[in-house]
């Protein structure tokens, strides 16, 4: 596996060389702030990734949540009363789940869900999470 790029600043992980970045940290719990709702999902949705994929490290810029595995593979956006969550995959995903997709290039798309329940957080869509997880994992 190549080695990774640590920020000297942040000290943060990153597959290329000097990753245009934020160095900002932002308290995890402030994200969820107001936001006990999402909370549950968010620490639903880490426990049924690592239970069905993998250790995953969190990163708390002020934007949102990154998920990382050796390269950040998705991002959860706490809400009112739902989760908004994006992930990469090489291939086509048709699915009244997604909420929106951008095709970023010719073999990559990036899909954003929401989630409001606890059953949302389902095997199909721990399935595309893990190929989203292993994309880059070896490269």
């Not at 990382?68 to 291939?91: C, E, H, M, Q």
């Amino acid at each position: 596996m190549k080695k990774l790029w640590k920020c000297p600043k942040c000290k943060r992980e990153f597959k290329n060389k000097n990753q245009v970045h934020s160095c900002v940290k932002f308290p995890l719990s402030e994200h969820f702030e107001n936001k006990k709702f999402a909370k549950e999902l968010f620490l639903h949705l880490k426990k049924e990734i690592e239970k069905g994929i993998g250790r995953i490290k969190i990163e708390s810029p002020p934007c949102c949540i990154h998920l990382v595995s050796n390269y950040t593979f998705g991002a959860v956006w706490p809400l009112k009363d739902r989760i908004r969550i994006d992930f990469r995959t090489d291939f086509k995903i048709k699915s009244k789940k997604i909420w929106k997709m951008i095709k970023m290039s010719a073999n990559r798309y990036l899909y954003y869900l929401e989630i409001k329940d606890k059953k949302e957080i389902d095997k199909e869509l721990i399935s595309w999470i893990k190929k989203a997880y292993w994309l880059n994992k070896n490269g």
